[in-house]
């Protein structure tokens, strides 16, 4: 997998904002936005947009198809507890 292609279900973190280091799943991309949901604040019905400029991927994919915002955290979850063990 490319690193320059942004792809549904990646993890992302966000390089710029208010929330600049926080860790998110992209669960939409267009031609300039990413749609980025972390299932406590930024929900699946309400997903965080930002530019795709102002994310930094992490090599990391989930299937997000038939996931919910409980998935969604504990993915996230998981992904905290592995960076910190490292």
């Known amino acids: 997998m490319s ?7 990646m993890l992302a973190k ?6 600049k280091g926080k860790t998110y799943i992209i669960y939409k991309v267009d031609e300039t936005y990413v ?3 972390d299932g ?9 947009r930002k530019k795709q400029k102002h994310i930094q991927l992490i090599c990391e994919t989930h ?7 409980v998935g969604i955290k504990r993915v996230l979850k998981l992904f905290d507890k592995e960076m ?3």
Do not use: F, Q, W
Not at 3 to 9: A, H, L, M, S
Not at 14 to 19: F, L
Not at 63 to 69: K, L
């Open 40 to 48: 406590i604040i930024r929900k699946i019905e309400n997903p965080k």
């Open 84 to 86: 910190r063990r490292i």
């Open 35 to 37: 749609y980025l949901v």
């Open 14 to 19: 966000s390089k710029a904002g208010h929330d």
């Open 3 to 9: 690193v320059d292609r942004i792809e549904k279900g």
């Open 63 to 69: 299937d997000v198809s038939g996931m919910d915002d």
